[in-house]
């Protein structure tokens, strides 16, 4: 007996008046690759890398119109041509029959025949057929629209720029079925609304610009696959957040680079390719020249109080990905699957505070147990819930008991192995707006950083940040990242505070302390700050996937899985849990 399932093909649904023609580039990367165009096409996905942008170079010289191509009655007869040759650049052609639309790079007619000739960045392949499929199809959908429009085609043409060879293609009817078969199934795909799944440890995937929207390999890996995931997934952090704290600080645009202006530190200027995101504290000043520079990029610009407190968020136009926008919104009205996924983030969150507490125990070795202990029956507690009071009564005793234990993560007087200068700060409990005291001061900031990086991350996957699953929708609270951020509250934010205060990075007269709260001064805003961005920059190996990546990537991969578990690719998502 074989394992073999029948397939069944169904015909697209016809073309209605508002279904918007394919792009031929489409139908190519369908060929290529399904789930590729699905992103591309349906999700709005898209990155730059070197090769595109190696390709946009190509086509500089074709993308520029020159001359319409003569009507085919024209060109047969030869009446009015200047030439013999007729050369056409940037002609876009669709048609309703086909449901298709193409900007031809170039179209030549010679002696009443039309030549579309496609142009590809890279080397001819050395393969019988001279062409890849996918391009194949693609430069015969143009020859079937030119022949539409009443042309005379007989072959087509790929041009390869870096060896510079023009490849022929024949149009016979098998290439021919192939094209108007790949633009049903497109079109067949795309009416269902279901993603294809990634392609199976394919040579494709990793220098495929999507990979790390795609995310084959750990797709594939939590849906059962035994292979390891290749390490494709995670660029290189190449662009970072430009912070300026400075109240004196004024930003404005000059030429691709943001000149920052201070009274005391004069002026810095930074390329606008080099900024992942931009952070104002408290009364900088942005010219609108240097902010609207910023929103073409697609570069955020999130403000803050001089406290650090994150105050909101301003983008471009956004992420067009509707589809897992509707994903989210629809489980966020409901009751029963918010709160299995609330009960599960819960649970990581308590997980990640039992391992900073192992980690950085510091207290009376026979307590760390039973503080352990405690935790551990919280986790479990949190599994157990029947409704979302009584999970958020697990988490808050959960909180109260990892806070109690926090002062023994801290760095005594009397500790002698520390570094520096010795901390003599004291932590009894939390408390905020305002913070009572040092400790609570940078417990505030932290999560206000952690919050502003999570929302970025959430919304430049096409989430919603505002719209959650566990914390309530409020005006101006973003809901959904505060649930996402809760298993790194204890990983990064608290782990920092710990850090800055056992090194002796900060120290108790970085804070002025007043009736209305405490604060850190500018110098050691500045100090907590830089400590906190090294701690996104830092690798660490995800704890599934087996990969370095950096603490900052990682909150973009994190997003990334959340909208695959959205969109019905994942069984659950998979929480952030070092060991």
Excluded at 166 to 195: C, M, N, Y
Excluded at 244 to 272: N, P, W, Y
Excluded at 283 to 312: Q, Y
Excluded at 381 to 404: H, I, N, P
């Amino acid at each position: 007996m074989t394992d073999h399932q029948l397939e069944f093909h169904l015909p697209a649904p016809p073309i209605s008046g508002d279904t918007p023609f394919i792009p031929a580039r489409m139908v190519n990367e369908f060929v290529y690759c399904p789930r590729l165009a699905y992103l591309m096409w349906t999700q709005s996905e898209w990155t730059e890398t070197g090769d595109t942008v190696e390709g946009r170079g190509v086509h500089k010289r074709v993308d520029k119109p020159n001359m319409p191509l003569p009507a085919p009655q024209a060109l047969e007869t030869g009446e009015a041509l200047e030439s013999e040759k007729v050369v056409s650049r940037s002609l876009t052609l669709s048609s309703t029959t086909l449901g298709v639309i193409a900007k031809l790079d170039i179209a030549e007619a010679v002696d009443g025949v039309v030549t579309p000739v496609d142009y590809k960045r890279g080397k001819r392949p050395h393969i019988a057929q001279g062409v890849y499929e996918p391009e194949r199809i693609q430069i015969c959908l143009q020859a079937l629209l030119l022949e539409e429009h009443g042309y005379r085609v007989e072959e087509g043409a790929i041009y390869y720029a870096e060896t510079r060879e023009r490849v022929r293609v024949a149009l016979d009817d098998v290439l021919r079925v192939a094209a108007r078969t790949a633009v049903s199934d497109l079109r067949l795909t795309v009416s269902q609304g279901r993603i294809p799944p990634p392609l199976k440890d394919s040579p494709k995937c990793p220098r495929c610009a999507l990979v790390t929207v795609c995310l084959p390999d750990e797709v594939r890996s939590l849906s059962g696959s035994s292979l390891v995931p290749r390490m494709i997934a995670v660029p290189p952090d190449e662009a970072l957040p430009l912070i300026v704290q400075s109240q004196r600080a004024r930003i404005g645009k000059e030429g691709d680079t943001l000149k920052i202006t201070d009274e005391e530190k004069g002026e810095i200027q930074v390329r606008f390719i080099d900024i992942s995101d931009v952070a104002l504290y408290g009364n900088v000043s942005i010219t609108t020249p240097a902010l609207a520079a910023l929103l073409e990029r697609e570069i955020p610009v999130t403000f803050h109080s001089h406290s650090g407190w994150f105050r909101g968020v301003a983008h471009g136009v956004g992420h067009r990905n509707v589809e897992v926008r509707t994903a989210q919104y629809r489980l966020s009205f409901d009751e029963l699957g918010c709160l299995r996924f609330a009960k599960e983030l819960v649970a990581a969150k308590i997980t990640n505070q039992r391992t900073i507490l192992r980690r950085n125990w510091r207290g009376p070795p026979e307590e760390r147990q039973a503080v352990l202990d405690r935790l551990g029956a919280a986790r479990k507690s949190a599994g157990g819930a029947a409704t979302l009071a009584q999970l958020l009564g697990v988490e808050g005793d959960a909180a109260a008991v990892y806070f109690r234990a926090f002062a023994s993560l801290l760095r005594s007087p009397e500790d002698k192995q520390g570094v520096g200068e010795l901390a003599p700060f004291r932590f009894e409990a939390r408390n905020r707006r305002p913070p009572a005291d040092p400790v609570n001061a940078m417990l505030s900031l932290a999560y206000a950083m952690l919050t502003r990086h999570v929302t970025i991350a959430l919304a430049s996957v096409g989430l919603d940040p505002y719209r959650g699953f566990y914390h309530a929708p409020r005006y101006g609270r973003p809901a959904l990242a505060l649930d996402l951020m809760e298993p790194f509250r204890a990983i990064v934010a608290d782990s920092v505070v710990l850090s800055a205060v056992n090194t002796g990075e900060v120290g108790p007269s970085d804070f002025v302390v007043a009736v209305t709260g405490t604060a850190l001064t500018q110098p050691g805003r500045r100090r907590f700050v830089e400590a906190f961005e090294r701690r996104l920059s830092q690798e660490t190996t995800h704890p599934i996937f087996g990969y370095q990546v950096s603490m900052r990537r990682m909150l973009l991969v994190q997003a990334r899985l959340l909208s695959r578990f959205l969109l019905g690719e994942l069984p659950t998502y998979p929480h952030y849990l070092p060991r």
